[in-house]
Structures are given as C-alpha cells and as structure tokens.
C-alpha cells in the first residue's frame, strides 16, 4: 500500500486522536486525500503520508544536511544504549504513543522494532525533520505541527515521549490520559562533554537542574534514570557527530584535533512521571 493510502487509513481508524488547528474541533472525514473538520477546515495528506499543521511557517534551525547527519548518527547506533534503557520504562507497549519534537523519527522508530504495538504518532515544527522521517520509517504517523498549538484531542495518550526537545506540562496534561506517562530525556553535566570542550567558557558547564526541579513540580513521584555511556566515532561519523547537534555547528572539523572526537560521552537521564 502506498504511503499516503496507509496514512489515509491510519487517520480514519484514529479520527478521535486528532483536532483542527484552526478552530479546534473534530474531524469529521477524509474526501478524496483531504481532511476535513466539522467547521469545513481541510488540510491535505501530502504523497509521503504526512499532514502540515502549521498555521504559519517556522524556521528550524537545523537544515535538511543537519537532519541526514542526525540520521545517520542515529543508524549508527548512537543512542541504542539511552532507548534500550527508555523501552522498559514505557508501562503500556500496546497504548497510544505521541513522540513530540520527534526530529527525524529516528527514536520512534527504533522504539516501534524493539516492541511498540499501539498507534505511534511523531511530530515536529519542523517540515525537514518529519519528512525525513516520513520517507525513512514505516508504521509511525508523522506530521508537522507545533506544541503550543496542538492539533491533539485531550485525554487519548497513554505515552509522551519528550526526547531532547522542548515540553509544554499543561499541553502534557491535556493530551495524556489518566495515568498516562511522559517521559523526558534530558541531558547531564556530561553530556557531549567533548564539545563542550570548544565552547566558550560560559558554555563549557551546564546543569539540568532546573529542568529537573521543573518536572518534580508538575510530576509527584518521577523516577529519575541515569543513562552514562561512550561511543567510538570513526572519521567520517565525527563529521556527521559535529553537524548533527548545535555544540558541533562552530567547531571547524580540519582545525581540530579530531582524535579528541573519536570518543563520545552520552550522559542523559531519563525522568518519568505519571498524570
Ligand atoms: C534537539 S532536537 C531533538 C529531536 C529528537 N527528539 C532527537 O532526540 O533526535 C529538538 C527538536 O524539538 C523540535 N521543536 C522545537 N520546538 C518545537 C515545538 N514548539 N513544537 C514541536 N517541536 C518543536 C525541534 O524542531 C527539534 O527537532
Ligand atoms: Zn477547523
């Protein structure tokens, strides 16, 4: 089946997930390959499957380069170690997945292979990353959209998955269900701390406490992961590595001392907290 045709399916099984940006109510049908919400809003599926939920354009700042970089980071394995800790933690493999600012999909992906059976939704503000997604993974419904104006029905998520992107808790509480879970990634004080090592002296240190106390706030009982490991580049994987996060963007790979890049520090944690 072709792609657009799954999508097409997908949303006419799923209708109760989703609402109109524009005006916030259901959709009611699919003519032909448009969407249509009770107030007459449309919106068209475009070839790949996807839908463009944005009301007004928005520039990302990573480039369609930056996102195959990402891309082929991801399919080397680089983050293996933090989902194969993450995939236990998700309490309802069966349930309805949102991966929000999901970037290239790579993450919703791996999580589908190792045992996702539920609906899996994945959107991002930025078009370069959902249609990389789109067009690399299968099984996952990709689209456009922005987490202040969510396109979203309240109370349908068993699961948000908030993977090194920004989060919205009211938005959060909104769409989870009761009981549902959010699960944030975060980095630590190590985190790529090979970079950091080329950033000027205020950006050498960080810490994520804020972020974390923020979370405790909205969630009473987190559970808080630690996730610590190195990763060996190769040559040609430290210039992907250097394009694919901010840190890499003004380190110039022929005035550096690659050797320092040929291993890598992930140092995350993960916080889960439930509605
Ligand atoms: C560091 S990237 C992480 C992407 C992906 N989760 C990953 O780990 O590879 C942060 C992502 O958040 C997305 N983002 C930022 N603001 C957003 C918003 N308001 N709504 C949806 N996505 C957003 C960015 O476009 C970007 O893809
Ligand atoms: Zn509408």
Redesign the pocket.
């Known amino acids: 089946m072709k792609k657009i045709d799954k999508a097409k399916v997908f949303f006419l099984d799923h209708l109760e997930l989703f609402r109109?940006p524009?005006?916030?109510?259901d959709f009611i049908n699919v003519e032909g390959n448009q969407l249509i919400?009770?107030?007459?809003?449309t919106f068209d599926l475009s070839k790949k499957g996807t839908l463009h939920f944005l009301l007004k354009p928005s520039k990302s700042e990573y480039s369609r380069e930056m996102l195959l970089a990402r891309q082929r980071i991801a399919q080397m394995g680089f983050w293996q170690p933090m989902l194969d800790i993450l995939y236990p933690l998700i309490e309802t493999k069966q349930g309805v997945t949102l991966d929000v600012g999901c970037g290239e999909g790579a993450h919703s992906a791996y999580l589908r292979g190792k045992g996702l059976t539920g609906p899996l939704i994945a959107f991002d503000i930025s078009k370069e990353g959902v249609n990389l997604g789109a067009a690399t993974y299968e099984d996952i419904f990709f689209l456009v959209a922005d987490l202040a104006h969510s396109p979203f029905q309240a109370g349908q998520f068993d699961t948000l998955l908030n993977i090194l992107s920004p989060s919205n808790y009211d938005e959060f509480n909104r769409l989870l269900k009761p009981g549902g879970q959010v699960i944030k990634v975060i980095p630590g004080s190590d985190y790529l701390k090979e970079l950091r090592a080329f950033q000027p002296e205020e950006k050498q240190s960080y810490s994520n406490q804020n972020v974390k106390d923020k979370f405790m706030e909205h969630y009473k009982n987190p559970s808080i992961h630690p996730v610590n490991y190195t990763v060996d580049l190769t040559e040609a994987e430290v210039s992907d590595f250097l394009q694919m996060t901010p840190l890499g963007w003004n380190i110039n790979v022929s005035d550096t001392n690659t050797v320092s890049l040929k291993q890598i520090t992930v140092d995350m944690e993960i916080l889960v907290g439930n509605k």
Do not use: G, L
Not at 22 to 25: F, I, L, Y
């Open positions: 109109c524009v005006c916030e109510s919400c009770r107030e007459k809003h």
